[in-house]
């Protein structure tokens, strides 16, 4: 089995992308079948006012509600997650969240992502929507960016060293949280230029940065491999990123971020390398099955409970 945990049937593009055709969930279940894949996370777009693109108001499912309709519509191939803005409800950093959580759950989901807000990582309402979706066993995926003007587009925003973030997994420890994005990767490692080259640092590795640190330290905080941060993250030092595939083997999820319609040329690179990865016996089998769907399924309990998944994929 393989589960891609980062999909999207939102229309992403910017307007000078209006080229490409967003998917649906019809052509993200073709896309699937296309590489192979047996099951994908939806994750629904946008869930916050930054990420907003001018084509995407004009699409059959604009929200976040009507992209979980049409993924439901493939229960054995699609998994849905949720999706909220931390500053809902008033603003706040006390809003209760049941109310929404509750009818999320209800339509079948089972995480929620990417959450991607413009605020710090360990803002009280980030902390408090996160800790909420800990108390319904709901996983998060993150969106990240980092601070500066120059980088003023959405994400959770952080700094070189990720403290933000630790702080977050420190105030919301009950809480699965999956770490993507540029703000989230670029902090791998150091190199000639540190982790400050934003947003995919490239070349050797001389130290490790905070992702490492934090998997190690933090027992629920995981990482998807998808997008050009993620793989970057993973290739720009080949045999910095082969051990590190080992090492956190137990803590990494697949994923694509593909924002295109399954008949598009361009695809994410990362499921042909961990395949040849394996095939050259750089990465073990059983390391190969955790990232590509094991880890998935352990760390999704509703999923597993809902639909009679296991951890062999029966």
Known sequence: MIID??????????????????????????????EGIDRAAVLPWPACPEAVTLPSLFTPHP????????????????????????????????TDYAWLLERLVEMGCVGMGEVSAYIP???????NLFRQCGQWDLPVTIESTR??????????IDVPGLPHLERLLQLAPETTIIGHGPGFWADMGDGPDGPARYPYPPGPITEEGAVPR??????????DLSAGSGYTA????????????????????????DCHAADEVERTPQLGHLRALRNAGRLSQTAYDKIT??????????????????EDGR
């Open 5 to 34: 945990m980062h999909a999207h049937i939102a229309d992403l593009r910017a307007l000078d992308g209006l080229q490409h055709q967003p998917p649906s969930a019809a052509s993200l279940v073709a896309r699937l079948d296309d």
């Open 63 to 94: 929200d976040i509600v009507g992209q979980l309709r049409d993924a439901a519509r493939y229960p054995e191939r699609l998994i849905l997650f949720g999706n909220a803005d931390p500053r809902w409800g008033g603003n706040a950093a006390d």
């Open 121 to 127: 990582f360990d803002d009280p309402r980030t902390v």
């Open 147 to 156: 601070e500066g003007p120059r980088w003023e587009r959405y994400g959770f």
């Open 214 to 223: 934090l998997l190690r330290r933090y027992p629920r905080l995981y990482a």
């Open 234 to 257: 993973i290739t720009r030092d080949e045999a910095f990123g082969v051990a590190f595939l080992a090492e956190f083997q137990d803590k990494l999820l697949f994923g694509t971020d």
């Open 293 to 310: 769907y094991r880890n998935a399924l352990r760390i999704m309990p509703r999923y597993q409970s809902e639909s009679g998944s296991s």
